[in-house]
């Protein structure tokens, strides 16, 4: 498939995870920045500080949780591709189970198995609309077939086309 046509595994695990920091990080300062502004008193002055104060705060914290459950998920998936020799959505439905479970293991087994089934049910999710969005856009295209490529197959567009005048 070529949507897994990616970099290779050592590489691909730090690149996912600046990824996942800065997705966090910015995500996480865009909603700190919101709390910070509505939690502080009133006035434009206090407002204004308590947000940049809530981002400066929180927010990297919150990229540090997303880089770590990125880098985690993207450790297990190419574990998962080196053991199975093979890269599928499988792959990244297995990965995010483990990655749910392992970062719950200090809760206990019941929390492991919740966070491992809702880390599952989630990649699932994911990669089944990525799969159904990537045939409906192959079926745009291959309806259009050879009459894209050569216009003096298009069929008439109305009678007088089709006599000829």
């Known amino acids: 498939m070529e949507e897994y046509a990616r970099e290779p595994c050592p590489w691909r ?9 800065t997705m966090g990080a910015v995500g996480g300062g865009v909603f700190q920045s919101v ?3 509505r939690n502080a008193p009133v006035g434009v002055r206090h407002r204004l500080k308590g947000s940049v104060s809530a981002v400066r705060t929180r927010a990297p914290q919150i990229g540090g949780s997303f880089a770590v459950w990125g ?4 450790t297990i998936d190419c574990g998962l591709v080196r053991l199975r020799g093979k890269e599928d959505p499988w792959n990244s439905i297995a990965s995010g189970a ?3 479970a392992v970062l719950a293991a200090r809760s206990g087994p019941f929390a492991m198995m919740g ?3 809702m880390g599952g ?3 699932a999710l994911i990669e089944g609309f990525g799969i159904l969005l990537t045939r409906y856009t192959a079926q745009q295209f ?8 050569d216009p003096d197959q298009l069929p008439p567009k109305d009678a007088s086309q089709k006599a000829g005048l």
């Open 13 to 21: 695990i730090v690149d996912d995870c600046g990824g996942a920091f």
């Open 35 to 37: 709390k910070g502004f």
């Open 71 to 74: 880098g985690l998920f993207s």
């Open 98 to 100: 483990m990655t749910g």
């Open 115 to 117: 966070s491992a089934m």
């Open 121 to 123: 049910i989630l990649l």
């Open 142 to 149: 291959q309806n259009l077939g050879p009459l894209a490529e």
